[in-house]
């Protein structure tokens, strides 16, 4: 068996045989059946809302990185675009229902995302939305602590769970 030190998979899902290798959580392949399996990127979205000079983020209520800020959004569904996925990440995570047009795509970033100890890697996508007030409420308390809105002076980087946000919010938002 050859594999990396980040390997997950140690059996082949087709027959069983532990002569893999699973090269940089990407690329699963058994020197049995010659099974190959891709690890691809997942996508995912997030957004910065905006009011004034200060950034909206979320407690994460759960594991991975819980406890640390989070931006809203989440994984984006089969057959679902990025803005599909965003309004209704938003939607089911703040109870605010925006449309597309309130959107202004930002950048993307790669992510490391570690679920139930399986390493994913992510693709987010950030677009922010300006908001014309502060009044937000959680409607995904399983998922979100609390909301906090944070004036750009004031963020702490380090507070940040995901390497992907802490990158965008310093690059684009803290200079």
């Not at 290798?21 to 399996?37: G, M």
């Not at 449309?99 to 950030?126: C, E, G, H, Q, S």
């Not at 946000?165 to 690059?171: N, P, S, T």
Request: hydrophobic residues 40%; negative net charge; glycine residues 4%.
């Amino acid at each position: 068996m050859e594999s990396d030190n980040t390997s997950f998979f140690k059996f082949c899902p087709n027959c069983s045989s532990q002569n893999v290798s699973y090269v940089n959580n990407f690329k699963l392949h058994c020197y049995d059946c010659d099974f190959v399996l891709y690890h691809n990127i997942a996508a995912a979205v997030a957004v910065i809302f905006t009011f004034e000079d200060k950034i909206l983020f979320t407690v994460r209520n759960v594991d991975p990185d819980k406890g640390k800020l989070d931006l809203p959004g989440g994984f984006i569904d089969p057959n679902e675009t990025a803005e599909e996925a965003t309004c209704r990440e938003i939607k089911e995570e703040l109870g605010l229902a925006i449309l597309a047009d309130n959107l202004k795509y930002i950048t993307t970033a790669p992510n490391n995302y570690l679920y139930k100890n399986v390493p994913y890697r992510t693709m987010d996508i950030f677009y922010e939305c300006n908001l014309e007030e502060d009044a937000i409420s959680v409607n995904a308390k399983d998922e979100i602590e609390e909301l906090v809105w944070i004036k750009r002076s004031e963020i702490d980087l380090d507070k940040i769970g995901f390497v992907s946000i802490r990158k965008v919010i310093g690059d684009k938002y803290l200079k």
